[in-house]
């Protein structure tokens, strides 16, 4: 995609100055900061650095629920093959997806050596507790069948307590893991509301990374970007982006009258590590990859222009399902806990 084409076929006509600075309020567009961070990688897709890690990772992340779902384990495994070789080399799970299928594949997927040593390899856990959190890692680590995870993330960050239960049990078996050299670093995950990130920041541990929903609905409803993005930088907590097309299979940020890849250039135009994407297939993984190898940050005025166009269909969390705690958007393991002891 060429300049050209973020005006009249997109976008709605070049807005006033004044319009611009106005919509421009709260809205993140780090062009220059971006495009400092990143570095050519494998197969042309450009690496960003892991926080202060010390680790560079593509601009794009491999999503693990998508990674098998509506396909066969082969075809799941051909694809994840294929993306390696492009330069997608973040692979993104978590212990509770398709009910350990993903992991499962996946550890398939990486069985060789050669291979597992060009993933970054990622997955999340969803116990709080000590004994949960014990347990879960050792689950993952034998269904992706590897003896190291480079980066365990605690999923769902949403529930009532859950900082307070991981500090005093779930945290503990995360640090002895990665005494044990089981895990490498350690983050956590959400999507429903910023503030039960802020509450996991404030905790008496400094966290290597931290997931969050990025893209242009976010900007104008309980916003991760305004939020949560700006205290992830203030730390150098690499920011790990997801749901850049809004969640779900049908990209609702095309119902706010936003382009998938407008969708995803906003999301990656932010100072994140990676923005995972949903890859179904052949032609979403070829999709993204050209996205990524010919990357151009949107400016501040091009980003303020893209969320003045979703902001009427945005607001209120309209189209942001994982949001509403009423959509039940959130960790299976955690909704049947709940329920057992209702």
């Known amino acids: 995609m ?27 567009a780090f062009a220059d900061e971006v495009l400092a961070m990143q570095q050519s ?7 960003r650095p892991l926080g202060r890690t010390g680790v560079r990772v593509p601009i794009i992340g491999y ?9 066969s384990d082969e075809e799941s495994i051909r694809l994840m093959h294929e993306a390696i070789d492009l330069g997608i080399t973040f692979f993104d799970n978590a212990w509770e997806y398709h009910n350990g299928r993903a992991e499962e594949v996946m550890g398939r997927a990486l069985r060789a050596s050669s291979l597992r040593e060009k993933v970054f390899l990622m997955t999340k856990i969803c116990a709080r507790d000590y004994e949960g959190a014990k ?7 034998r269904r992706l069948q590897t003896d190291r995870i480079d980066l365990l993330q605690f999923h769902a960050i949403q529930y009532e307590g859950d900082a307070k239960r991981i500090a005093e049990g779930g945290l503990k078996a995360a640090l002895e893991a990665k005494k044990a050299g089981k895990i490498r670093f350690l983050g956590f995950t959400g999507h429903r509301n910023p503030k039960a990130h802020l509450e996991m920041l404030g905790l008496p541990h400094e966290w290597d990374t931290v997931q969050m929903p990025l893209n242009v609905l ?5 916003s991760f970007e305004k939020e949560v993005l700006p205290e992830c930088r203030r730390r150098g907590i690499a920011v790990l982006g997801m749901k850049s097309l809004g969640g779900g299979m049908e990209a609702p940020v095309i119902r706010a009258g936003v382009s998938a890849e407008l969708a995803r250039r906003y999301a990656m135009s932010l100072p994140v590590a990676t923005t995972i ?3 179904m297939n052949r032609d979403q993984l070829h999709f993204m990859v050209r996205i990524a190898r010919n990357f151009r940050p949107l400016s501040a005025e091009e980003a303020a222009v893209l969320v003045r166009k979703a902001q009427p269909a945005a607001a209120q969390g309209r189209l942001e399902a994982y949001k509403d705690p009423k959509q039940g958007y959130g960790c299976s393991y955690h909704e049947r806990a709940m329920k057992s002891n209702a």
């Open 277 to 279: 994407c949903g890859i």
């Open 41 to 47: 990688g494998p197969g042309g897709i450009p690496t």
């Open 135 to 141: 347990r879960h890692i050792d689950d993952s680590l």
């Open 63 to 71: 999503g693990g629920w998508h990674a098998v779902a509506e396909k």
């Open 218 to 222: 976010d900007a104008s409803y309980q």
């Open 2 to 28: 060429n300049h050209r084409d973020l005006d009249s076929r997109v976008l709605p006509p070049r807005p006033s100055r004044r319009s611009v600075l106005a919509a421009l309020a709260g809205v993140t």
